[in-house]
């Protein structure tokens, strides 16, 4: 959804990918790490009541059990989207068997990291990888990125599964590459591309 927050001459709009689900009641939720960029300081500096316009939805991103396997690619705040499908599979029972691959540097910037591990441990049928770039010395799990050698790792079924790509541009044109590589076919491939890149 596009989001534009401010008023008159000083108008702001940002796409933002959904990151509730259908299963949380009557409210959207976005969500954004504050930064120094424009539209983050002026979101950071809203106020109950200030306005904001929606506008959409718009894409067909989306998971409703409609396929046995998956395999969830992301990195950083490419999570959004995964933790609305992850939500809405688990608390509606869908029995699809979920991998999410999650790259991220280091575990300060996991986002939702309690959450998702939460829901991991109510669903069976949800395995979630977390592999960090930068991580300290204290770090159990796996090292480095999401990439070819990941996905062969931790989804040895990958030719049994669709996949579900989303993240920064590079990351997602680097996966896409990847998955090639390992031969899936583009039809089970799906994108989110967001608008500008």
Not at 47 to 74: A, C, H, N, Q, W
Not at 154 to 163: A, G
Not at 177 to 190: C, E, F, N, Y
Request: net charge negative; proline share 7%.
């Amino acid at each position: 959804m596009f989001i534009t927050i401010g008023a008159d001459g000083e108008k702001k709009t940002k796409h933002f990918t959904i990151s509730s689900s259908p299963t949380e009641g009557k409210f959207l939720e976005f969500t954004k790490k504050i930064t120094d960029h424009e539209f983050s300081v002026a979101l950071d500096r809203m106020r109950p009541k200030d306005p904001v316009s929606l506008d959409g939805p718009y894409g067909d991103f989306t998971f409703r059990g409609e396929y046995p396997k998956i395999g969830m690619l992301t990195g950083g705040i490419g999570i959004t989207p995964f933790r609305s499908m992850i939500r809405y599979c688990t608390d509606r029972q869908v029995p699809s068997k979920i991998t999410l691959l999650y790259g991220n540097r280091n575990e300060e910037s996991i986002v939702f990291r309690r959450e998702l591990d939460d829901i991991q441990r109510q669903d069976p049928d949800l395995t979630i990888v977390h592999t960090l770039s930068r991580p300290d010395d204290s770090w159990m799990g796996r090292r480095g990125h999401v990439d070819k050698a990941a996905i062969e790792d931790e989804i040895p079924d990958y030719e049994e599964r669709v996949f579900f790509v989303c993240g920064p541009p590079a990351l997602v044109t680097g996966l896409v590459d990847a998955l090639g590589m390992l031969q899936v076919p583009s039809s089970r491939i799906k994108v989110e591309h967001f608008p500008g890149y």
